[in-house]
């Protein structure tokens, strides 16, 4: 699915939990269980893992704010 062909890694559970549209973008969060393979990046340079009670601490764009909000109350 889109997970692997975006970052190149095999995952469980692939569940759709927020999908936010809006005239420039669409946004799309996953809750997956990550299974095997090497992130492989194509569309970003680069990608860090952290624990999600972090994840506002980092300089995210405006539009991953909302996105961000959830995963740490999730």
């Known amino acids: 699915g889109q997970i692997i062909s ?6 469980l559970d692939n569940k759709t939990i927020f999908i936010k549209d809006d005239k ?18 194509s569309a970003h340079s680069s ?16 539009a991953d704010i909302e996105l961000a909000k959830r995963v740490v109350n999730s």
């Open 6 to 11: 975006m970052v190149n890694v095999t995952v």
């Open 24 to 41: 420039e973008i669409t946004l799309n969060l996953y809750r997956c269980t990550y299974l095997s393979g090497e992130v492989v990046l």
């Open 47 to 62: 990608y860090i893992f952290v624990d999600k009670s972090l994840l506002l601490t980092y300089d995210l764009a405006d």
